[in-house]
């Protein structure tokens, strides 16, 4: 159980285009859903909290225009980075915790090349 | 916020030898949790200790909270074990948001 996927895995788009990535827990209801960034050789840094039915909460520097988050329904988030740049090329990590629990589960990650 | 530091940053290790991660944490915490990021990049959910002793086939983990620590056992280690260990506390009312150590970086060889 608490399986966690995101689509797509990788996605490559041209400068000034935005992106859509979907974050979706296939097994439980995911009251919150976090999600990460990642550069190569690094931690993974919280971006932004996302609650279904409620607006997310962006970390400090990190801007909320920029990268949209969208938690519709208890089993999915999206999460789309508008006017992308290349300096928005990263791995984007979505995770997901169930009511009641703390233990977060990860979606497999999207590695977006913006060119 | 709190600060994770793990060490050490990086490991090899040869086929069948145990080894021992360490997570040291700056403050008091309500949640800490042990991931696997494999090559690939998927992040494998291993212990979920924020005190005590827990084990799981040749992993185990133990996290002292009064002195602000936590370790993470790897026995009989394995070419799959390689991959990046990251620790990751919380000390705030959100217990499920997660500050990552910087992680450690084993290598199992044959």
């Known amino acids: 159980g608490a399986v966690v996927s995101q689509h797509p895995s990788r996605v490559i788009c041209k400068s000034g285009t935005s992106v859509k990535i979907e974050c979706r827990s296939l097994?439980?209801?995911?009251?919150?859903m976090f999600w990460y960034r990642q550069f190569p050789k690094q931690s993974l840094m919280l971006m932004a909290t996302s609650n279904e039915g409620s607006k997310a909460t962006y970390e400090q520097g990190v801007e909320k225009d920029k990268f949209l988050i969208n938690h519709a329904s208890l089993t999915l988030s999206t999460l789309t980075v508008t006017s992308a740049h290349p300096e928005d090329s990263s791995f984007y990590i979505c995770?997901?915790?169930?009511?009641?629990?703390?233990?977060?589960?990860f979606g497999p990650g999207t590695r977006l090349t913006v060119t | 916020g709190i600060q994770v530091e793990q060490s050490p940053p990086d490991l090899i290790l040869q086929e069948g030898a145990n080894s021992t991660l360490r997570c040291n944490f700056s403050?008091?915490?309500?949640?800490l949790q042990w991931f696997h990021q494999n090559p690939w990049g998927q992040l494998i959910n291993l212990f979920y200790?924020?005190?005590g002793t827990k084990q799981n086939g040749r992993l185990s983990a133990t996290t002292v909270a009064t002195e602000r620590y936590s370790l993470l056992y790897i026995s009989s280690s394995q070419t799959t074990d390689s991959g990046v260990y990251f620790c990751?506390?919380?000390?705030?009312?959100?217990?499920?948001?997660?500050?990552f150590g910087t992680g450690t970086r084993l290598q199992v060889t044959l």
């Open positions: 097994d439980f209801q995911a009251t919150t």
């Open positions: 403050d008091s915490v309500n949640n």
């Open positions: 200790i924020p005190s």
């Open positions: 995770s997901a915790i169930r009511r009641g629990f703390y233990e977060q589960y």
């Open positions: 990751a506390a919380s000390n705030t009312g959100t217990a499920s948001k997660l500050t």
